[in-house]
């Protein structure tokens, strides 16, 4: 090999900043192209009065996973964001009028549900969290950190580990999991929202996605300054280590050559020849043909769908009134199987559950307007008609104003990003925000891992193994990192890498069909 490895990286989502990173550390000459015009993806800012506000992911969980990447690249995460603590995990509101907070101290968790929901739910929270922290520990290495897990691997682990059968309630709900858990409606409702963390509903997601509850239980930090520092850390490590990136460009035809990707095609033409790819965009887009035909069979249809939850999602500074807030706040349906309901049925929840982020809470108490970032959950695929902004807005705000929550000013259409809108900025999402759904007692295993099989394209994003969230994408763009130093360590001396200028010849196929000449 007498050139480095020429890595195209499309996105600098998550996952793809986590493999640009560990791929131009190992000596990749690695180039990120972002149809966006700041890396983060999901973890986007909206203008507001009040600065940039944060109108993607706002819960930031097991730091360990950031902090390895960067350690293990040599640096330190907290050279280059600082993160603080949460006391308080979150703040939940009911209809009723109850309250009850989560605090990252156990025994401070434990008084309040006692003070919430007396002794019996204390006892029956303490049993729910054991059954959880043996899920999230028995998964996290054979699940979670493995860059391929299968059936019978995992099946092995747990004959292994007898007691993570009960804890898994195999064949059941997470829904009936909390059934059979808490007696208080209440502790059901809250725990079986982390079901959404993955864009499904409690009703329909295996009884193990309570492991969800422990990644949370195990401390939530804040970004200091908001949670798009962190990619923007990201994106600076990969800079220095190498890598060179181009915003606001469109990846258009990922091409193959004897079998194996050659180069990445621009929208504008520009031909980036490469021997490896990497996609961290929706993986339904490449089944979908967008990025042309060859990659399409690498992504088996059962891998993207059906299709995760999407939102609407409100960015916007304003003044609060009412109900004190913590950084994470949340405001309950009266009814979720009504909500869930409505949502399997493609609709806008009549009654919705509300998360309400007040990014500025959590250090000195915020003088004048404060930045928000409230998440209803929505249908993929919705698209509402004219009157859906305006439907919305009522939903959101007076639902809000009803629970003693109000802001001034209420927001304008400009702050608000719909399911079609979330569509529109990661293509063939569907809006969908967590890849394929949760759904199903097989839903792990049916998404895509890093490794396709047209040689040379690998995967990395929420919508891939081991899944979305923050740390999860992270996680598996390392795991396509691992997999592509692995394949070429084992492929490396047959390889045809040293041909000089790479793909030279117009024997090249694009994998739309198109020649490539009419393509530059
Ligand atoms: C409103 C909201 C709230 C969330 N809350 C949380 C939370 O609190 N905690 C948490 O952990 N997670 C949360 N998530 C989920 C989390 O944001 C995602 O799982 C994670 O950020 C996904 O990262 P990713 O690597 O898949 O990349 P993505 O963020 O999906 O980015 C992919 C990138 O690829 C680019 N791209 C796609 N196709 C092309 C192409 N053809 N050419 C060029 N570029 C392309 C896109 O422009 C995009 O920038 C939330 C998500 C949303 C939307």
């Not at 208080?184 to 409702?189: G, T, V, Y």
């Not at 400009?414 to 990661?426: C, E, H």
């Amino acid at each position: 090999m007498d050139r480095p490895v020429r890595t195209v990286v499309i996105g600098a989502g998550i996952g793809g900043l986590a493999t640009a990173i560990r791929l131009a550390h190992a000596g990749h000459q690695v180039t990120v192209v972002d149809l966006h015009d700041a890396p983060g993806g999901k973890m986007r800012t909206l203008p507001s009065a009040a600065g940039p506000v944060d109108a993607g992911p706002t819960v930031m969980t097991m730091r360990p996973v950031f902090a390895r990447l960067f350690a293990d690249v040599g640096d330190r995460l907290e050279n280059h964001v600082t993160l603080h603590p949460e006391t308080i995990l979150a703040r939940h509101i009911w209809p009723d009028g109850s309250k009850l907070d989560l605090f990252a101290d156990a025994h401070a968790t434990h008084d309040a549900i006692g003070a919430f929901a007396g002794a019996q739910a204390q006892r029956e929270f303490a049993a729910f969290n054991t059954t959880a922290k043996r899920l999230f520990d028995g998964f996290d290495r054979p699940m979670m950190q493995a860059a391929c897990p299968n059936l019978l691997g995992l099946t092995a682990h747990v004959l292994r580990h007898p007691r993570l059968i009960p804890a898994m309630a195999p064949g059941r709900s997470l829904a009936q999991l909390l059934a059979r858990h808490f007696t208080d409606p209440r502790l059901r409702q809250l725990f079986g929202r982390y079901a959404t963390y993955l864009g499904g509903s409690p009703m329909q997601s295996p009884a193990v996605l309570a492991l969800i509850w422990q990644s949370e239980a195990q401390g939530v930090w804040r970004v200091e300054g908001g949670m798009h520092r962190l990619p923007r850390a990201m994106h600076d490590l990969a800079v220095r280590l190498g890598a060179t990136f181009h915003f606001g460009q469109a990846a258009s035809h990922i091409v193959q050559q004897g079998g194996r990707v050659t180069a990445v095609y621009l929208a504008d033409g520009t031909q980036l020849p490469a021997d490896i790819a990497v996609f961290n965009g929706d993986p339904k887009a490449l089944h979908d043909g967008l990025l042309g035909t060859s990659p399409q069979t690498a992504v088996k249809p059962a891998g993207v769908a059906p299709r995760s939850l999407s939102a609407f999602v409100w960015a916007f500074a304003a003044q609060p009134d009412g109900v004190p807030l913590a950084h994470h706040n949340i405001f309950f349906a009266a009814d979720p199987v009504a909500e869930f309901n409505d949502l399997s049925a493609g609709r806008m929840p009549a009654d919705p559950t509300l998360y309400v982020c007040a990014q500025d809470r959590g250090g000195h108490p915020p003088k004048g307007l404060e930045r928000f970032e409230i998440i209803m959950n929505g249908p993929a695929g919705y698209t509402g008609g004219p009157e859906e902004i305006e439907t919305c807005r009522t939903r959101t705000f007076e639902t809000l104003h009803k629970m003693g929550l109000r802001f001034s000013p209420v927001p304008g259409p400009d702050a608000l990003t719909t399911p079609s809108g979330f569509n529109r900025l990661f293509p063939a999402s569907d809006g969908s925000l967590y890849g394929r759904s949760p759904h199903g007692m097989m839903a792990a295993f049916q998404r895509p891992t890093a490794k396709t099989s047209l040689p040379g394209l690998y995967l990395a994003g929420g919508g891939v193994h081991p899944g979305a969230g923050i740390p999860m994408a992270c996680l598996s763009g390392q795991h396509a990192a691992a997999a592509i130093l692995s394949d070429l360590a084992s492929t490396l001396p047959s390889r045809p890498m040293a041909m000089p200028g790479g793909m030279s010849t117009g024997s090249a196929t694009m994998a739309s069909g198109q020649s490539r000449s009419s393509a530059s």
